[in-house]
């Protein structure tokens, strides 16, 4: 069974703004993102982890509705 592609963007905890760092940045666990929107720092543990429940839920979503158009 073939898995659709999803993004998963990072969403600033505060204003849910999309994050965006510099394209050769890379986040490690500890570190701060800060949100060019209102400049708060996300903690990118907290930001991953909802952005992971989220592509989830996504992922889930999608897997369902094959299921159900196989059995129509
Ligand atoms: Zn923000």
């Known amino acids: 069974m073939d898995i659709p592609e999803i993004t998963i963007s990072l969403k600033c905890l505060f204003c849910g703004s999309d994050l965006e ?3 050769d940045e890379e986040y490690n666990s500890g570190d701060l ?3 060019i929107k209102c400049g708060k720092e ?7 982890e909802i952005a992971k429940d989220e592509g989830l ?4 979503a999608q897997l369902q ?4 158009n ?3």
């Open 21 to 23: 760092g510099p394209e």
């Open 33 to 35: 993102i800060k949100c």
């Open 42 to 48: 996300n903690d990118y543990d907290s930001v991953l």
């Open 57 to 60: 839920e996504a992922v889930k």
């Open 65 to 68: 509705n094959k299921l159900k």
């Open 70 to 72: 196989m059995f129509k």
